[in-house]
Nanobody, 126 residues
Framework: QVQLVESGGGLVQAGHTLKLSCTASGRFFNPYAMAWFRQPPGKEREFVAA????????YYVDSVQGRFTISRDSAKDAVYLQMDTLKPEDTAVYYC???????????????????WGQGTQVTVSS
């Protein structure tokens, strides 16, 4: 069984930077893809960014394109989300997700991912 643990959330002012980390543990880790989702207050969980583990092809939602960067370190079984120029509308609980069981086709869909972290709060003040 794989466990995902996020870290790096916090309270920052608009325009500032945060870097989220997600580390996998529990077994040999060889996912097809990993992703970050977020859930703003009172809203549904939404896609932020994803990365195909072996090709390192990345995907982003339009609202974060050019501000956020997803990356991975296979030696550490970790995925990161560098968030620059944060905006108040980026406030949310951020979740890390992994697709271990099958090749993903819809990277932005929660249904593609079979393992989830517990989430980390990101709050951006104006």
């Amino acid at each position: 069984q794989v466990q995902l643990v996020e870290s790096g959330g916090g309270l920052v002012q608009a325009g500032h930077t945060l870097k989220l980390s997600c580390t996998a543990s529990g077994r040999f880790f060889n996912p097809y893809a990993m992703a970050w989702f977020r859930q703003p207050p009172g809203k549904e969980r939404e896609f932020v960014a994803a990365l195909r583990w072996h090709s390192k092809i990345t995907y982003y939602v339009d609202s974060v394109q050019g501000r956020f960067t997803i990356s991975r370190d296979s030696a550490k079984d970790a995925v990161y989300l560098q968030m620059d120029t944060l905006k108040p509308e980026d406030t949310a609980v951020y979740y890390c997700a992994a697709d271990i069981s099958r090749y993903p086709y819809e990277m932005e869909s929660t249904n593609e991912y079979d393992h989830w972290g517990q989430g980390t709060q990101v709050t951006v003040s104006s």
